[in-house]
């Protein structure tokens, strides 16, 4: 190694020979940056392997922060903007384990030390997989730009960090009562809203009263970006007829100045705690938990879970089946085998159902 260095006025140098366009060697002597040999020796170490990279594949070598530089480009338009942010936010998190590499040196033994350092900061499990994710992500643009072969946080063993999911409490509807008579008004409706029609937060804030149609929501701004229909019973309907209507704002749910909700769910971890300062509450819930509330309650009611499985929008009847926990033995029967029409929510038949309930 000493022999592809120098020193010149205590700056060290790095001396490499690279086939020039005519196919002879050209002698290249960039420096190194560093008064250090320690660091020079690294330096000139990675070079040359860079330079070995070149002559073997005829392509240069590609740092992980140039990767992520691509990426991130490719990415606009490619994927909804919150994930974007999202990914980006992790991939920031893990700089310090990635960004001195050339991505083909990213292994399973890099993502190992990453998943082992997230733990010693204190992350969760799930935060550890959001940004495993994130990482897969970049890698996967990686491969197939073909600058790698393996994505080595997608073949990782996510098993060792398996998420431990808190078991459902679901809200008691007289709490629930009094949260909506502590709120102010049209947030007592948004808290209705969410407790009869199951919808998330986001899709509560983005509402507008042109998506409604008669006892059904159309719904466009969702989760996984696949429309999808919300059915409305009577007390569902009775929420939003009691929803007075801006004169210049689309909004179903709206401030005095037309302007929609944002950030409910913060708002609405103010207002529990309020409310149980005031005793106005006994338990307290999240406004996630509003959403299990109706899920349980549909199926109790006699719903179908495989329409449950299409109102909530979850991609895999797996997510929808935790609530069948909730349920007695023959409200179990009724949810898997039932006829939809025996649910309060009438109108929630669709050919997938009765598919269902043909082959049982």
């Given at each position: 190694m000493p022999e592809n260095l120098f020193r010149r006025k205590g700056v060290w140098y790095a001396r490499v020979q690279i086939r020039g366009p005519d196919?002879?060697?050209?002698?290249?002597?960039?420096?190194?940056?560093?008064?250090?040999?320690?660091?020079?020796?690294?330096?000139?170490?990675?070079?040359?392997?860079?330079?070995?990279?070149?002559?073997?594949?005829?392509d240069d070598r590609h740092s992980w922060k140039q990767a992520v530089i691509e990426w991130q480009t490719a990415c606009v338009g490619a994927i909804k903007p919150s994930t974007l942010d999202r990914y980006i936010v992790s991939i920031n998190e893990v700089r310090a384990e990635l960004d001195g590499l050339y991505v083909d040196e990213v292994d399973k033994k890099t993502i190992a030390k990453i998943v082992k350092l997230r733990r010693a900061a204190g992350c969760t499990n799930a935060t550890i997989k959001r940004d495993l994710t994130a990482v897969s992500s970049v890698l996967r643009y990686c491969c197939a730009q073909g600058w790698i072969d393996e994505n080595a946080a997608k073949s990782y063993d996510r098993?060792?960090?398996?998420?431990?999911?808190?078991?459902?409490?679901l809200?008691?509807?007289?709490?629930?009562?009094?949260?909506?008579?502590?709120?102010?008004?049209?947030?007592?409706?948004?808290?209705?809203?969410?407790?009869?029609?199951?919808?998330?937060?986001?899709?509560?804030?983005?509402?507008?009263?042109?998506?409604?149609?008669?006892?059904?929501?159309?719904?466009?701004?969702?989760?996984?970006?696949?429309?999808?229909?919300?059915?409305l019973d009577d007390r569902a309907v009775g929420t939003l007829d009691g929803t007075p209507a801006h004169l210049k704002a689309p909004w179903m749910f709206h401030h005095d100045d037309g302007l929609p909700f944002v950030g409910v769910k913060s708002q609405f971890?103010?207002?529990?705690?309020?409310?149980?300062?005031?005793?106005?509450?006994?338990?307290?819930?999240?406004?996630?938990?509003?959403?299990?509330?109706?899920?349980?309650?549909?199926?109790?009611a006699g719903g179908n879970i495989y329409?449950?499985?299409?109102?909530?929008?979850?991609?895999?009847?797996?997510?929808?089946?935790?609530?069948?926990?909730?349920?007695?033995?023959?409200?179990?029967?009724?949810?898997?085998?039932?006829?939809?029409?025996?649910?309060?929510?009438?109108?929630?038949?669709?050919?997938?159902?009765?598919?269902?309930e043909n082959v049982g």
């Open positions: 196919g002879k060697p050209v002698d290249h002597r960039p420096s190194l940056r560093t008064r250090s040999k320690k660091e020079a020796l690294k330096k000139v170490r990675r070079l040359l392997d860079e330079v070995d990279h070149r002559r073997a594949t005829g098993t060792v960090i398996r998420e431990r999911r808190d078991p459902i409490v809200p008691d509807p007289a709490d629930i009562d009094a949260l909506v008579r502590f709120a102010p008004a049209m947030f007592g409706k948004i808290i209705r809203a969410a407790q009869y029609t199951g919808m998330r937060q986001h899709e509560i804030e983005s509402l507008e009263r042109s998506q409604r149609r008669g006892r059904e929501i159309d719904l466009w701004k969702t989760k996984t970006d696949a429309p999808r229909v919300v059915p971890r103010d207002l529990m705690a309020r409310a149980i300062e005031a005793g106005k509450v006994k338990r307290r819930f999240r406004f996630h938990d509003l959403r299990h509330w109706f899920a349980v309650d549909y199926l109790r329409d449950l499985q299409q109102v909530l929008g979850h991609s895999s009847i797996k997510t929808t089946e935790k609530y069948l926990a909730y349920l007695t033995p023959e409200q179990q029967k009724v949810a898997k085998f039932g006829k939809v029409a025996q649910s309060r929510h009438k109108n929630t038949g669709s050919a997938h159902s009765e598919r269902k």
